[in-house]
């Protein structure tokens, strides 16, 4: 199975700050990466597919970058709805379609 | 508007069975493979099993093969997890999901998520 890691685990910003998150495949998955978002007590919601792609109806702060084994996912402009935890997938060799352990989004 | 919603969840002693369900509306439920993810308590997000549109093939997690089914009516618009010999690790947020237009197991739309508890 491909391992999905992400880093950091956590972090703190303040709003209007610039955010960027790390995730990193154990081989190569082409551009097969998908990011959602995750508030408390809900739903993941995607947010970028196939790496670069955004969702419609997701704001343009929202970025996705990278292919290979190496990607990002910034926010340019880090707003109050922003502060949530975050996950990468990789949907190239499934089953099963792992996911990174996440990235916690606080405000400093 | 597309809607999924999950029922069947609920407290369950170790070794014992539940069946959740997932109520899907609002697209065509007979054209989309559809999945089941679990969230533990506090931890990240664990796929756990995926049916195709027809039900010609399921596939499952290592950690729940041989105990959990997933099986789906086209007709009624419904996905169905069986979970049986049911362990405290089990123990979660379990979310349906549907694919998305954009390719197998990129999820657009997802279930508000029912908790299983499973403890003596």
């Known amino acids: 199975d491909i391992q999905m890691t992400q880093s950091p685990s956590s972090l703190s910003a303040s709003v209007g700050d610039r955010v960027t998150i790390t995730c990193r495949a154990s081989q190569s998955i082409s551009s097969y990466l998908n990011w959602y978002q995750q508030k408390p007590g809900k739903a993941p919601n995607l947010l970028i597919y196939a790496a670069s792609s955004l969702q419609s109806g997701v704001p343009s702060r929202f970025s996705g970058s990278g292919s290979g084994t190496d990607f990002t996912l910034t926010i340019s402009s880090l707003q109050p709805e922003d502060f949530a935890t975050y996950y990468c997938?990789?949907?190239?060799?499934?089953?099963?379609?792992?996911f990174g352990g996440g990235t916690k989004v606080e405000i400093k | 508007e597309v809607q999924l919603v999950e029922s069947g969840g609920g407290l369950v002693k170790p070794g014992g069975s539940l069946r959740l369900s997932c109520a899907a509306s609002?697209?065509?439920?007979?054209?989309?493979?559809m999945y089941w993810v679990r969230q533990a308590p506090g931890k990240g997000l664990e796929w756990v099993s995926s049916i195709s549109s027809s039900s010609s093939y399921t596939y499952y997690a290592d950690s729940v093969k041989g105990r959990f089914t997933i099986s789906r009516d086209n007709a009624k618009n419904s996905l169905y997890l069986q979970m049986n010999s049911l362990r405290a690790e089990d123990t979660a947020v379990y979310y349906c999901?549907?694919?998305?237009?954009?390719?197998?197991?990129?999820?657009?739309?997802w279930g508000q998520g029912t908790l299983v508890t499973v403890s003596s």
């Open positions: 609002g697209f065509t439920f007979s054209s989309y493979n």
């Open positions: 999901a549907r694919d998305s237009d954009y390719g197998d197991y990129v999820h657009d739309y």
């Open positions: 997938q990789q949907s190239y060799s499934t089953p099963p379609a792992t």
